[in-house]
């Protein structure tokens, strides 16, 4: 999830290679189909990820600071959404399928050889970044280079490989240059109409607490998300909602996370849902199924929401000890 940083597309890797085994091992439809479409959506929370960066632009706020913000959040919704399977196994023991015979540990090792590099170049990424050796850019670099040592090791970097992963990078790369463009001309023309100051004036005006403000900005977030996809939102909307927050002295770098883990509900949320869309192409379900057998993560996010609001420093305590890089 964090190589790919998109939630779509760790949803068609992993449940490519995941549904049929767990249908085979005998595991319920229900927990099978839900369990992907919620735990798929941490590919938007574990950086990188696309929208933090469109986020961070858009603001002018630092994006490795974002990127590091993300990761305790990220691993607290891992946390409920296994607290939830492990639950409901305890609750339905009967629908439990019988565990299959034990593998050593020396066997999970060796299976695991080619997953455990590329754990250590996503640590070496986000370290370096936390630790104060590189910017987001420089991380990056070494991202890049790592991945393509990583394929040569593997035997799997060919020059038709080289050159797709290529122009995937600029088609991104391209991508987002124009969301830029498009957010700030949007961001100017919302300026010079005085939308914003007014909109931020008016909810100063009403005395809203910080909660209030944010459990509002939440539910909007949500209802949008229904019909926009995660960038679209925060591009169309973020003109009009930085000074509200600010003004209100939320933190932005909390923000930033919080409108993610509301953005991870539209992907399950109809009649939008991307990741629905992609479920039903993979095993032929009705969407009414989908969103019945999804509900129980949208719950877990909904409390991940609430724990953000009661625990702040869950996502502000690593940006706020993130070691300076050394100047010189």
Request: with cysteine; aromatic share 8%; charged share 10%.
């Amino acid at each position: 999830m964090a190589v790919s940083g998109s939630s779509t597309a760790t949803l068609t890797t992993v449940g490519k290679m995941s549904i049929l085994e767990l249908r085979k091992h005998g595991d319920p439809e229900h927990m099978v189909i839900g369990t992907l479409a919620g735990s798929a959506t941490l590919g938007l929370m574990i950086p990188p990820l696309l929208t933090l960066i469109v986020y961070g632009v858009t603001i002018n706020e630092s994006i490795s600071k974002l990127f590091i913000a993300g990761i305790l959040p990220g691993l607290t919704l891992t946390l409920l959404f296994m607290t939830y399977v492990a639950v409901w196994s305890f609750v339905r023991p009967n629908e439990v399928p019988p565990p299959e015979s034990p593998t050593s540990f020396a066997q999970k090792i060796a299976e695991s050889r080619f997953l455990i590099p590329v754990l250590l170049l996503v640590a070496l990424v986000i370290g370096s970044m936390y630790l104060g050796w590189a910017t987001a850019t420089e991380a990056a670099s070494f991202g890049v280079a790592g991945s393509l040592i990583l394929a040569l090791g593997q035997g799997s970097l060919s020059r038709e490989a080289f050159f797709q992963s290529l122009l995937g990078a600029l088609r991104t790369s391209c991508m987002i240059a124009l969301i830029m463009a498009g957010a700030a001309f949007l961001s100017l023309s919302m300026g010079f109409t005085g939308l914003p100051r007014a909109l931020a004036e008016w909810i100063a005006s009403l005395g809203l607490s910080p909660t209030v403000l944010i459990v509002s900005l939440m539910l909007f977030y949500i209802v949008i998300g229904c019909f926009l996809d995660g960038i679209s939102s925060v591009v169309l909307t973020m003109a009009v909602v930085e000074p509200m927050i600010r003004t209100a002295g939320i933190d932005v770098i909390w923000f930033g996370i919080l409108i993610v883990v509301v953005i991870e509900m539209a992907q399950i949320t109809p009649p939008i849902g991307f990741n629905l869309f992609v479920l039903q192409g993979m095993t032929g379900h009705e969407m009414s199924y989908l969103s019945k057998v999804a509900l129980p993560m949208f719950a877990m996010m909904v409390a991940m929401v609430f724990i953000l609001i009661a625990f702040p420093k869950l996502a502000t305590y690593l940006p706020d000890n993130m070691r300076s890089r050394p100047s010189g």
